[in-house]
């Protein structure tokens, strides 16, 4: 019976775990297979349309024509007038969409939408486009936001226990330490004493009175007694454990018996899952200085490393993206070249956005404890009566 009933064991944990770790597997996946819908949908209307030659780009080819035309002119002048005209560009006048609407590139702007970091420098030329954008990221941001919820948990339990058990080591160090110290006095205070003894050279070689001897065997009894307790104590509590050992025991095999039933207490378990989701990063009490030391040191380690393939970018400049970035303000001055590189780290653009909202959520409490304080310290000075002097 004990070898076969292992690997049950063993098939019923790998069970727990998968439906465990459903939900959140879940998430990740349909906001994934979403993103890739997206790409092959924008890359096929925007990369596959029509470039019209508008009415903006004639005029500057005719103004580039005349001012080819005047080249005795002096340089300065020459150089301003260039600099006015290429301000009046438009970057889809000498691009060709396939070029911006690969793949890749598709897959990076939904990744932009739906994070709403937005930069700017992809958008949708075509009205068809346009609409789709708005559908797109009227149903991806929900879903992204439901993906930062259920992972903002997962770190939340994480960061949480890991202040814990650093807590309970500086606590358990502080207490070794204490020890140490009590004992070190302890056997000072002893040989102290004895030294006295010594010194004082007082021997004591009385006999015992009967008043002590039966003071010392009511004490042997009450001693005895106390531990007759303790061993019935710690029997009950066995007895208690054995039971509900056996009361397990039978509720699996009740499981085991119907399936039916089974399956229906993992899809209990599974639909409990759902519903905790944002629990945990309510619960969450960790110092707000430590949330920014850990956004800093994360955004650090990507800006040493994005300027190995943007070769255009240095830490200062890679940092600020990144900060941009992860606080999805998206302002689309600093351009990258090669977005299909960075697509390989947008697990880091998520797990870095859930950081930034962890440490937003912890700042927000932090303000209404604050705006709670300042109330009920102004209605304290209101509510407080004024003294009246007599005349």
């Known amino acids: 019976m004990a070898p076969t009933s292992q690997p049950l ?15 959140h597997a879940c998430f990740i996946l349909s906001l994934v297979i979403y993103a890739f819908l997206g790409a092959l949908t924008f890359s096929h209307i925007e990369g596959n349309r029509k470039v019209n030659i508008s009415e903006g780009y004639r005029k500057f080819l005719q103004s580039l024509w005349y001012i080819s035309k005047n080249l005795s002119e002096n340089e300065e002048v020459f150089k ?12 889809d006048w000498f691009v060709n969409p396939k070029d911006i609407w690969t793949f890749f590139g598709s897959l990076f702007f939904c990744c ?13 030329m075509t ?22 919820t259920d992972m903002g948990d997962i770190l939340a339990t994480v960061l949480s226990k890991c202040y814990n058990e650093c807590r309970k080591l500086q606590s358990k160090i502080l207490a070794s330490k204490l020890c140490s110290v009590s004992t070190r006095k302890k056997e000072s205070e002893t040989k102290s004493r004895a030294s006295v003894l010594m010194k004082s050279k007082v021997v004591i070689n009385e006999p015992l009175s009967t008043v002590e001897v039966l003071k010392s065997q009511s004490a042997v009894k009450r001693k005895s007694i106390q531990y007759h307790n303790a061993e019935i104590f710690e029997m009950l509590i066995a007895r208690e454990n054995e039971y509900t050992k056996t009361s397990r025991t039978k509720s699996i095999e009740r499981w085991s018996s119907c399936p039916e039933l ?6 209990m378990s599974v639909i409990e899952n759902f519903d905790k989701i944002g629990k ?34 240095d830490f200062q400049e890679a940092f600020y993206f990144c900060f941009i970035t992860l606080t999805t303000i998206g302002f689309g001055d600093t351009q990258l070249q090669h977005p299909k590189f ?22 927000q409490d932090r303000l209404i404890v604050l705006y709670k304080k300042v109330i009920s310290f102004c209605g304290e000075k209101k509510i407080t009566p004024k003294k009246i002097y007599p005349k």
């Not at 301003?80 to 970057?91: A, F, H, V, Y």
């Not at 932009?112 to 949708?124: H, L």
């Open 9 to 23: 064991r063993g098939k019923r944990r790998c069970k727990k775990i998968f439906w465990a770790v459903f939900p």
């Open 262 to 267: 089974e399956r229906g207490k993992t899809m």
């Open 342 to 363: 960075f697509l390989f780290l947008s697990l880091y653009i998520i797990i870095g956005m859930e950081i930034v909202f962890i440490a937003f959520k912890l700042g």
């Open 112 to 124: 932009t939408v739906f994070t709403t970091v937005g930069y700017g420098n992809t958008y949708p």
């Open 127 to 148: 009205r068809t486009g346009k609409y789709l954008c708005m559908l797109y990221a009227l149903f991806g941001i929900p879903l992204m936001f439901l993906v930062m």
């Open 80 to 91: 301003e007038k260039i600099r006015m005209l290429l301000s009046t560009t438009e970057r």
């Open 280 to 313: 945990e990063l309510e619960k969450l009490d960790v110092p707000i200085v430590l949330m920014v030391v850990i956004i800093f040191v994360y955004i650090s380690c990507a800006a040493a490393i994005l300027p190995k393939w943007e070769t255009t970018l």
